[in-house]
């Protein structure tokens, strides 16, 4: 019988030891559809939580365009800072709905470093999935190897955290639409 409890550890593991890259190892070539999927799959496959899991696909991407979440690209084809804009869609999208990634996004670039402003949200995914990582293996040390009951309440309360971030990430994200609103209204 597999042992849950090792194979979970082995990819926590691998999550301790993933940084993003920063933006200046971002390909420098424009790349076409097809290379951007690929560059993306595996630059995300860290992240795949089974084999059937699809981090990005033609269509998504297309998608993020035509709601202006990414610009358009240059004659089919996408930069270095589609990439950049790409990987922070997909890093968020589990937990903020696409308006508001665009929220962020259209102010976390706006009239900044791009360069800076990415490095920075690489290197504060990087922080933050290493914390849950080390939470989540000092956790697993009070689980028998394989207790499904044990691993199911990990799973859970890992879940209602999840939820918890979520939901106040949401909040946040209406209060601040509430206060532009209000703000344009007594201009």
Known sequence: MKNVNKSLE?????LNNFSFKNYEAKPDMDLYMEQILGYLDREL?????????KQITSS??????????IPSPNAKRYSKEHIALILEVCLLKKALSI?????????SFKDTDFNNTYNDFAKDSSKT???VADDTLESLKNVET????ALLDLAL????????????????????????TLKKDNE
């Not at 082995?10 to 691998?14: A, G, R, S, V």
């Not at 998504?60 to 979440?69: F, H, L, P, S």
């Not at 394989?146 to 009951?149: A, C, M, S, V």
């Open 146 to 149: 394989n207790d499904q009951k």
């Open 99 to 107: 308006s508001n990634i665009k929220t962020i996004l259209d102010s």
């Open 45 to 53: 496959s860290i992240f795949k939580t089974s084999s059937l899991d």
């Open 157 to 180: 309360k890992l879940g209602l955290e999840a939820n918890a971030n979520m939901l106040i990430a949401e909040r946040i994200m209406d209060l601040i639409r509430i206060h532009n």
């Open 129 to 131: 999935l290493h914390k």
């Open 60 to 69: 998504m991407i297309n998608n993020y365009v035509k709601g202006e979440v």
């Open 10 to 14: 082995n990819w926590l593991n691998e």
